[in-house]
C-alpha cells in the first residue's frame, strides 16, 4: 500500500517551506556578484604586480557600478536558475557573458577617453580569469546549499516502478546540484511500495491536479517511457498540465544529448543530434586545442618534471619512464607513457599475487587496479595519488595518439568489458583525463565508464573540454579515487 494523500500531508509540510526556485536563484547571483568582483580585482592586481605606478589597485572597487550589468546579462544567457544545466553549457554561458560585459566596458571606455590605457588592460585581464572564477565561486556556493538543504526545487516525479524512473530519482538525490529534490512519487501500481528512497509514493497518476492545487509544486519529471502513446497522452493531458514546468524523459534517453534539437516535419517532431567527433572540423579544433595547452603549459612545468624524474631514479632502480601497451583510436596499440611508479620487476610479483590470493585476483579482474598494490615504490604511490606520475602522456599527446581529454585508454584483456561499446567508445583518441575520472575515477565500475564514455561522445564540445580540464585540478588535488 502506497501512503495517502492526508498522510503525505503532514510527511512534505513537516520537509519542506517553499516551492520555487527563488532562493537558489538569489544565492547564486551572490556568488555571481562575488566571482565578477573578484575577477575585476585579479585583472588589476596583475596590471599593478607588473607596474605599481600603471594603475592604483583599489581604483577597482570604482567599477563595481558595471555588476548589474552582468548579473542581467548572465540572466538573460538563462543562468538563473540554471537549474539541471549541462556543466559545459553553464561553462559556455558564463565565457559569452562574461566576454560581452567586458567587452561592453572596455568599448565604453575608449569611446568616452579615446584610448587603450591600462585599465583596460586590466579587465582583459579580468575577463581571462572570470570564467573560471566564477564557476569556483558558483561550485562553493552549490556546496553550501546542498549542505544546508537551501538549495533544491521540489519535483513530483511519475514513474511505474521502472528502472528509468529510479535512475532518475537516484541520480536527483546523489547530484543535488542538478537542482530539483524529489518529494512525491507518482505510480499507476497500487500493489507497489510505500516509499522509494525514502520518497514517500502515491499510487495515483491522477493526483497531480490535487497535488499543486494543495502544495504549489511548480515541477513533474515523467520518467515512464514504457507507457503506450495514449496512456502517456491522457496522463500529460489531465495530470501533469496542472504543473507549470514539466521534463519528459524520453525511451531512448540513452542517446539523447545536450546538444540534441528539434526538426518539424509538417507537425511531427524529429529529434536530430549528430556525433561531433565524427567532423573533420571538430576534430581540428580538438587537435589545436591540445598543442596549445601542451606547448604553453608543458613548457612551465619542465623543471618540475626534472625533478619527479631525478627523484624516481634515485628511490628506486630502474627506467624512469614506463611505457605501457594500450589500445587507443581505432584499437590500435601505443605506448602510453608514465613515470615509473612500481619496482622495476613489477609485471613477475603482479603473477604471484593474483596466483597466491583470489581477493586480489578478484579485485585485478574487476577495475585491472589494486589499491594497495605492494608493488607500488614509495614515491610512485604519492605520485599515483596525485597523478603525477601520467604527466609524461603529454608526450603521446604531441605524438597525436592521444588527446587532453577522451574516454580512459585501455589495455587488451578489458575489451571484453566493453563488449559492443568498444568499437563506438575508441572510435576517438584516448584522453589523459575524462569525464569517468572527475565522476569518480577508479572507483567506478565499467558500466559506469561505459555511460560516461557515451555522454562524451554524444555530447562533445570544446567547453565539455574545457569543463573536463577544470574539474580535472580539483580531482587530482583531493587525490580522489586515484591508486
Not at 575585476?40 to 557600478?65: C, L, M, R
Not at 550589468?69 to 538563462?78: A, E, K, R, S
Amino acid at each position: 500500500m502506497g501512503m495517502t494523500l492526508a498522510e503525505f500531508d503532514i510527511w512534505y509540510r513537516t520537509r519542506y517551506r517553499r516551492t520555487s526556485s527563488a532562493l537558489t536563484s538569489i544565492a547564486l547571483i551572490i556568488s555571481d556578484l562575488a566571482g565578477v568582483m573578484f575577477s575585476f580585482g585579479a585583472g588589476f592586481f596583475w596590471v599593478n604586480f607588473y607596474d605599481i605606478h600603471a594603475i592604483n589597485f583599489k581604483s577597482f572597487v570604482t567599477y563595481w557600478p558595471y555588476l548589474p550589468v552582468f548579473i542581467l546579462i548572465f540572466q538573460v544567457m538563462n543562468l538563473y536558475p540554471g537549474v539541471s544545466l549541462a556543466p559545459s553549457e553553464e561553462l559556455r554561458c558564463f565565457n559569452i557573458s562574461s566576454l560581452m560585459a567586458h567587452g561592453g566596458i572596455i568599448f565604453s571606455r575608449y569611446i568616452e577617453d579615446q584610448e587603450f590605457d591600462a585599465i583596460s588592460v586590466a579587465f582583459i585581464i579580468s575577463f581571462v580569469f572570470s570564467t573560471w572564477i566564477l564557476l569556483l565561486c558558483r561550485s562553493c556556493m552549490n556546496i553550501i546549499l546542498s549542505k544546508t538543504n537551501l538549495g533544491g526545487i521540489p519535483a513530483v516525479i511519475y514513474y511505474g516502478g521502472e528502472s528509468t524512473g529510479q535512475l532518475i530519482i537516484d541520480r536527483l538525490l546523489h547530484n543535488k546540484k542538478t537542482g530539483y529534490v524529489p518529494v512525491l512519487i507518482l505510480d499507476d501500481n497500487p500493489q507497489g511500495e510505500e516509499a522509494y528512497q525514502g520518497i514517500p509514493i502515491i499510487h495515483d497518476t491522477n493526483a497531480g491536479p490535487e497535488i499543486v492545487a494543495r502544495y504549489h509544486i511548480r515541477m513533474a519529471i515523467v520518467a515512464m517511457p514504457e507507457l503506450g502513446q495514449k496512456e502517456l497522452a491522457r496522463l500529460l493531458n489531465y495530470s501533469v498540465s496542472a504543473f507549470r514546468y514539466t521534463v519528459l524523459i524520453p525511451q531512448f534517453f540513452n542517446v539523447t544529448n545536450v546538444w540534441m534539437s528539434i526538426r518539424d516535419f509538417d507537425g511531427i517532431l524529429g529529434f536530430v543530434t549528430s556525433h561531433r567527433l565524427k567532423m573533420s572540423w571538430n576534430l581540428c579544433i580538438k587537435r589545436c586545442m591540445d598543442m596549445g595547452i601542451v606547448l604553453i603549459g608543458g613548457t612551465l612545468i619542465v623543471p618540475f618534471l626534472l625533478v619527479i624524474a631525478v627523484l624516481v631514479k634515485i628511490t628506486s632502480p630502474g627506467p624512469v619512464l614506463y611505457g605501457h601497451t594500450r589500445l587507443g583510436l581505432n584499437g590500435k596499440h601505443f605506448k602510453a607513457y608514465k613515470f615509473r611508479s612500481m619496482a622495476a620487476d613489477a609485471e613477475a610479483r603482479l603473477h604471484t599475487l593474483l596466483a597466491s590470493d583470489p581477493k586480489i585476483r578478484e579485485e585485478w579482474e574487476a577495475r585491472h587496479k589494486l589499491k594497495d598494490d605492494p608493488r607500488v615504490t614509495k614515491i610512485g604511490k604519492f605520485l599515483r595519488e596525485t597523478s603525477l606520475d601520467e604527466f609524461p602522456q603529454l608526450i603521446n599527446v604531441l605524438k597525436g595518439e592521444m588527446s587532453l581529454v577522451g574516454p580512459r585508454p585501455i589495455v587488451d584483456d578489458e575489451i571484453e568489458k566493453y563488449g559492443e561499446d568498444f568499437s563506438r567508445i575508441f572510435s576517438v583518441k584516448p584522453g589523459m583525463s575524462g569525464l569517468w575520472q572527475v565522476s569518480g575515477r577508479s572507483d567506478t565500475d565499467y558500466a559506469e565508464r561505459v555511460s560516461f564514455d557515451t555522454y562524451y561522445l554524444q555530447s562533445w564540445s570544446v567547453w565539455l573540454d574545457w569543463w573536463v580540464l577544470y574539474k580535472t585540478v580539483g580531482v587530482v588535488l583531493r587525490g580522489k579515487g586515484a591508486y
